[in-house]
C-alpha cells in the first residue's frame, strides 16, 4: 500500500527470492481514506494475490477486519503467502 506498482513487482519478486519452499510471509493491506502528509496507494488483495501468484506464491489465507483504531471508512486485508 505504500509502494508504486512497479515496487510492489519488484518488492514481490525480492519476497519470494528469500522465501524457502513452504515458507511463508504475512501482509497486511489498508483500504481507506489517506492521512494527510502519508504516501498509500488503493491495492487491493485480488490485485496482491495475482502478483504473487506470477512469482510463484499462493495465497493460503484471506481475509478482512475492520479498523482496530475505530477510523470511519478504514479496514485491512491480511494475506498469506506460502512459497511453492
Not at 509502494?3 to 519478486?13: D, F, H, N, P, S
Not at 515458507?23 to 481514506?33: A, E, Q, T
Not at 506464491?57 to 506460502?82: C, K, M, P, Q, Y
Amino acid at each position: 500500500m505504500h509502494l508504486v506498482e512497479q515496487e510492489r513487482r519488484v518488492g514481490m519478486a525480492r519476497i519470494a527470492s528469500l522465501l524457502v519452499p513452504g515458507g511463508r510471509f504475512f501482509v497486511n493491506l489498508r483500504h481507506g481514506p489517506v492521512p494527510a502528509g502519508r504516501r498509500m496507494f488503493d491495492v487491493s488483495a485480488a490485485e496482491t494475490v495475482l502478483l504473487g501468484r506470477a512469482y510463484g506464491l499462493r495465497a493460503v489465507h484471506r481475509g478482512e477486519r475492520t479498523d482496530l483504531h475505530g477510523r470511519d471508512g478504514v479496514r485491512w486485508s491480511r494475506l498469506v503467502f506460502e512459497s511453492a
